[in-house]
């Protein structure tokens, strides 16, 4: 880290983004959370203290509306960035087709991880790049068959996700050509989605797109914009967050051998270990919203129409809430941690990300002897918001059958 005395909070914020800074931001949330809610030069609120964060989530004062003026106009909004009564209804409609899908996917899940293992399955000394072999295509396999959207069609979809993702980070002004980037990239995913909605009409089949066509409530079924914005929405969160914790769990497992050791011998760590991952490092670093009055805390008050960012991972590391907060503590008690954000946008597929990851991270630590980071830190993504490791190699004396 440089010399950070005194850094404006537009400073902290700034050398949040820097690239050179993704491998390790906490030292900059730290100073962040001196002063846990602070306005910026550009008039964006900060807000980086876990109790301050987690009182704005449950406060119906607060809007989803980033107020963002590249974002799309609000009938192309997904639920993310929608408010009650719109944004409750269409996640009613999303849950009650998705949660029932999710329940008995684990065995499936578990074969899916040894199978993406089984292909590197070696007697002797390898490498392997736990994000391209694994963290990556787990989740994506996953979301694709849970979604009725065909596998080999990835190399289009995936490389538009991405696209669409970095559009994400909190730019101030964003260039023309990212903009321009970010609305094509939208554009042809939903050009895409919208032929295979034409073709799951003609011919439904038992995944989530057919149900969402079909089913619904008193209003009927979603609109088809509706079900097109919620098809991107769920894809890109299969894409782009899963890996990334997966991939951080990783890390924190081969920087600490000992917590290693304990997961191999005992799975069941994998549960508080997977919580701890996401509190300690998590893949969504931050959200944003807007104020919709004035609201009064910690000593101040974010005026009516204010944009706020919620830095999650700074939350995370309170020592107001977290004893001990920049340690991994894998058996972590009262981990109420930000991860899957709070309140009424909380995530929706925890379950499913909570389930990936415990079992990749359980099926890594049973089948890799000596694992070893390649590179430490490893190369990062661009992004800032959905954060981690762009290639994660990691050396073994053996990789064992599954
Ligand atoms: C480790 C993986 C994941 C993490 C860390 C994560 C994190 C989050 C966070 C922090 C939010 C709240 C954002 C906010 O309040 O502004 C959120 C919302 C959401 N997530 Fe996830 N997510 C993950 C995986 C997934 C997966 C796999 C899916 C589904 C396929 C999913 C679907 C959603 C949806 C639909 C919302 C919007 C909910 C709403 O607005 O009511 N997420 N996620």
Not at 110 to 117: G, I, M, P, R, T
Not at 152 to 181: C, H, K, M, N, Y
Not at 198 to 216: I, K
Not at 297 to 324: Q, Y
Request: with cysteine.
């Amino acid at each position: 880290m440089t010399t950070t005395a005194r850094l404006s909070p537009t400073d902290l914020f700034a050398q949040v983004m820097r690239y050179e800074n993704r491998p390790d931001p906490y030292p900059y949330y730290a100073l962040m959370r001196e002063r846990p809610v602070v306005r910026m030069d550009n008039g964006t609120w900060l807000v980086s203290g876990y109790h301050e964060i987690a009182q704005l989530l449950h406060d119906p004062r607060i809007s989803a509306d980033r107020l963002n003026p590249q974002a799309p106009k609000p009938p192309q909004r997904s639920l993310l960035v929608q408010d009650p009564p719109r944004h409750d209804r269409l996640r009613r409609l999303v849950t009650q087709e998705f949660v029932p899908r999710i329940t008995g996917m684990r065995d499936h899940i578990a074969e899916l991880v040894d199978q993406l293992l089984d292909a590197h399955t070696s007697s002797g000394p390898g490498q392997l790049d736990v994000v391209a072999d694994l963290a990556y295509p787990l989740p994506v396999t996953v979301i694709c068959e849970l979604l009725g959207v065909p596998r080999e069609d990835e190399p289009v979809f995936g490389s538009l996700s991405r696209r669409l993702t970095l559009a994400l980070d909190p730019v101030d002004s964003p260039t023309e050509e990212q903009i321009r980037d970010a609305q094509q990239a939208r554009d042809q995913l939903l050009e895409y989605l919208e032929a295979l909605i034409q073709r799951r009409r003609a011919e439904p089949g038992d995944d989530l797109l057919s149900a969402l066509m079909s089913s619904g409530d008193d209003e009927g079924p979603m609109g088809p914009v509706d079900l097109r914005v919620t098809l991107v929405l769920l894809l890109i969160a299969g894409h782009e967050t899963t890996v990334n914790l997966i991939a951080n769990g990783t890390l924190a497992l081969l920087r600490d051998p000992g917590v290693l050791a304990r997961l191999r011998t005992d799975p069941d760590l994998a549960t508080p270990l997977v919580e701890e991952v996401l509190r300690y490092d998590p893949p969504v670093q931050m959200s944003g919203r807007s104020a919709l009055a004035d609201i009064d805390i910690a000593g101040t008050t974010i005026p009516k129409g204010s944009r706020i960012r919620i830095m999650l991972a700074a939350g995370n590391r309170d020592h107001r809430r977290f004893p001990d907060p920049d340690r991994f503590v894998p058996d972590r008690r009262d981990n109420t941690h930000l991860g899957f954000g709070g309140g009424i946008h909380y995530c929706v597929g925890a379950t499913l990300a909570r389930a990936e990851a415990q079992l990749a991270l359980t099926a890594l630590a049973r089948r890799l002897e000596a694992p070893r980071l390649v590179a430490d830190p490893p190369p990062y993504r661009e992004n800032a918001t959905l954060r981690g490791p762009e290639h994660l190699p990691v050396a073994f004396d053996r990789l064992t059958n599954g």
